[in-house]
C-alpha cells in the first residue's frame, strides 16, 4: 500500500525524550519494510505486532503496510498462553517484538525485533496491495481460545482518519499527546494514527498510572500539547492528583471508551480550561470515533454524546424496524465499517446485516440527529475502557479442575466503572478458594480480565427454563456482597 | 498493621493472612493505578481527610498506609 511517507508528521517519546522526526521514520519504515519483506509479507499475509506504544511500533506497522500486509496489534502484555492462541489462529508471516521480549519459542512463526538497526535491510521494496486489501487486526476477545479478531481494510482506515481530521482540524491536531495503549482502535486510530497521517506532531506518553496522571498537565505544558484523548478512569486519577496546565495550548480533549457522567464531563472541561472536551462514541468495528460532540452549554444530559463523524445512524426499535429518530439498539452505516471478523463469517453475519452494523448498544437518536447512549444490550464488561467479554472468562473457569460452572459479569466500581465479578461452582471436596483461582486466571489471561470479585456458590441461579442467566447470577451476587 | 493489612485485603479482595509485614505494595498480583487509588479513597474515608499528591504517590509498602491510618 502506497501510503504518503512524505507526509507523515513527528513522533517524540515523552519519557525517552527520543524524537523521531518524519525523514527518519520514513526511511526506518522502507528499511524494516526491506528486512521483513524476506519473511513473505505481502498483501493479505498476517503480520502479529506484540509491542507498542513506541515510535519503533509505527514503523514496524507502516512497514507492514508497505507491503500491503495486514498487521494484527496486539496487547504486549498478552500471556505466552494467549500469544500462542493468536498465532496458531492467524498463523501470521511473522512476529514482531519490541527489544524487551522474551520467548516465543515453540510459536512456528519467525520473532523478529525489527529495532535492531544491525538487522540490516537492502532494497527497499516497491509498495504492494490495494485499498481493499486487509489492513488491521484488533482482537476484542478470545484470546484464550475462540479469537474474534476486527479486520478493517485500508480503505476504512484512510475514511476514519479522513473523517477524523475533517472533524476535528489540522491546527487542532498539531501536537497531539497520546496516553493510551496502541492496540485498540481508540488509541492507535484516533489518538495517533490520525494525527500521523495529517503530519502532526505526535507525543507517546503511554500508561495510565498515578504519576503519568499526576504529571499530564506538565507534559501538556512542556510539549504545547493541542489534543489529547483518553478514557474516564483516567480523568478519575487526573482530577484527584494533577493541577491543570498553565499553557493555555490546550485546543480540545476527547474522552471515550465508557461512559462519561455529566458531572466528570464538566469537572474536565473546568481543568481543561479554554480546551473544549468532547465526548466520543466509537467501536472497534467501525476504527474509532463515529460521534460526538463538546459540552452544551447548558450542560450534558445522562449519556449525551454528539451527532454522527459521516455516514448515518438509525435505532433498532423493538419490532426490529430501523428508524431514524427514537429508541432501540443503535446500528451504524460508516465509511470505517470493518470488512468483518477474521476467518469468522458466522460472527459477521450476526452483526452486519444488510448493510448496517447493528452495535449492541441501547441508546436514542433525538431530533436534532444527536445520539445518546443508555446501556449495552450484552454484558461485555468495561473496566476503564478495556472491554472484557465476560463468555471467555466462563470458558477459562470451566477450564479449572476445580470448578463445575462459572458465570462472569460486571460488578459496579467507583474507579474503573466496572470490574470482573464471577460466580463460580466447584466440585464437591474441591480444596480450592478464590485467591487460587485468581492466580490460576492471572497466569493466563491478561491482567484488566481477571476477576477481580469472587462469589463462590452452591449453585448457579437459572432462569424458569433452566438457562442461565447473567442479569440473574449478577442480581443475586451483588445481593451476597454488594 | 492490623488495619493497615484489612484495608488492603479489602481492596484487592484478597485474604489478609497472605499480606506480610513488609509487603511492597507494586509486588502484589493484580497492583494497579486503579487499585492504588482504591486504596487512597479508602485510606482517605478512614482518616476522613484528603491525602496530598506526593503522599498518594509515595504510597509504595503496607507500613505506608498503616501510618497514614496513624496519622488520624
Redesign the interface.
Known amino acids: 500500500m502506497r501510503l504518503d511517507l512524505d507526509s507523515l508528521g513527528t513522533i517524540t517519546e515523552v519519557r525517552t525524550g527520543e524524537v523521531w522526526p518524519a525523514p527518519r521514520l520514513a526511511a526506518d519504515v522502507l528499511r524494516r519494510a526491506a528486512l521483513i519483506s524476506r519473511h513473505g509479507v505481502g498483501p493479505g499475509r498476517p503480520v502479529l505486532i506484540a509491542h507498542g506504544g513506541s515510535a519503533s511500533f509505527f514503523a514496524d506497522l507502516l512497514a507492514v503496510w508497505h507491503l500491503g500486509g495486514c498487521a494484527a496489534c496486539v496487547n504486549p502484555a498478552l500471556t505466552p498462553g494467549e500469544l500462542e492462541v493468536l498465532t496458531g489462529f492467524l498463523a501470521p508471516a511473522l512476529l514482531l517484538v519490541g527489544p524487551d521480549f522474551a520467548g516465543g519459542e515453540g510459536l512456528g512463526v519467525p520473532v523478529v525485533s525489527s529495532a535492531d538497526e544491525k538487522a540490516g535491510g537492502g532494497e527497499p521494496p516497491e509498495a504492494a496491495g490495494g485499498l481493499d486489501d486487509p489492513a488491521l487486526i484488533l482482537f476484542t476477545s478470545g484470546t484464550t481460545g475462540d479469537p474474534k479478531g476486527v479486520e478493517h481494510g485500508f480503505r476504512s482506515l484512510l475514511a476514519r482518519t479522513a473523517l477524523n481530521r475533517r472533524f476535528i482540524g489540522d491546527e487542532t491536531l498539531a501536537r497531539t499527546l497520546c496516553v493510551l495503549p496502541t492496540h485498540f482502535g481508540h488509541g492507535l486510530i484516533g489518538n495517533c494514527l490520525t494525527p500521523l497521517l495529517a503530519g502532526g506532531h505526535l507525543h507517546l506518553a503511554p500508561g ?4 503519568e ?2 504529571e499530564l498537565a506538565a507534559a501538556i505544558d512542556d510539549h504545547g500539547i493541542t489534543f489529547l484523548s483518553s478514557v474516564p ?1 483516567l480523568w ?2 487526573v482530577l ?3 493541577k491543570p496546565p498553565a499553557g493555555g495550548t490546550l485546543r480540545r480533549v476527547h474522552v471515550g471508551s465508557a461512559p462519561l457522567s455529566p458531572e466528570a464531563w464538566q469537572r474536565i472541561a473546568d481543568w481543561a480550561g479554554a480546551g473544549e472536551v468532547w465526548n466520543m462514541y466509537g467501536i472497534t468495528e467501525t476504527a474509532n470515533w463515529i460521534a460526538g460532540g463538546p459540552l452544551p452549554r447548558a450542560g450534558a444530559g445522562a449519556g449525551q454524546i454528539g451527532p454522527m463523524w459521516g455516514g448515518a445512524a438509525a435505532v433498532r426499535d423493538a419490532k426490529g424496524e430501523l428508524r431514524r429518530r427514537g429508541k432501540g439498539e443503535i446500528v451504524v452505516q460508516t465509511p470505517s465499517l470493518m470488512s468483518g471478523y477474521h476467518k469468522r463469517p458466522d460472527l459477521t453475519a450476526e452483526v452486519l446485516r444488510a448493510g448496517w452494523y447493528h452495535t449492541g448498544d441501547a441508546g436514542r437518536i433525538d431530533d436534532d440527529g444527536v445520539l445518546w447512549l443508555t446501556g449495552r444490550r450484552d454484558h461485555v464488561i468495561n ?2 475502557g478495556l472491554k472484557i467479554h465476560p463468555e471467555e472468562i466462563d470458558l477459562l473457569l470451566e477450564r479449572h479442575p476445580a470448578v463445575l460452572e462459572a458465570c462472569a459479569f460486571a460488578v459496579p ?4 466503572g466496572e470490574i470482573v465479578g464471577v460466580a463460580a461452582r466447584l466440585a464437591d471436596g474441591a480444596d480450592c ?3 487460587a483461582l ?2 490460576w486466571c ?1 497466569e493466563r489471561i491478561r ?1 484488566e480480565s ?1 476477576p ?3 462469589f463462590l456458590v452452591d449453585k448457579i441461579p437459572r432462569t424458569s427454563t433452566g438457562k442461565v442467566s447473567r442479569n440473574k447470577v449478577r442480581a443475586s451476587c451483588l445481593k451476597q456482597k454488594p | 498493621m492490623t488495619g493497615a493489612r484489612r484495608l488492603l485485603a479489602q481492596a484487592l ?3 489478609e493472612d ?1 499480606i506480610a509485614d513488609d509487603t511492597v505494595l507494586e509486588s502484589l ?2 497492583w ?3 487499585v ?3 486504596v ?2 479508602a485510606i482517605e474515608s478512614a482518616i476522613g481527610a484528603e491525602l496530598p ?1 506526593e503522599e ?2 509515595d504510597l509504595k509498602a503496607l507500613e505506608d498506609i498503616a501510618r497514614l491510618l496513624d496519622s488520624k
Open positions: 495510565t498510572g498515578l504519576r496522571a499526576a478512569t478519575k486519577l484527584k492528583l494533577g473496566r476503564a466500581d467507583e474507579i474503573s478458594g478464590a485467591e485468581r492466580a492471572g491482567r481477571v477481580e470479585k469472587w | 479482595e484478597i485474604d497472605g498480583k493484580g494497579d493505578s486503579i492504588h487509588l482504591r487512597v479513597l499528591t498518594i504517590l
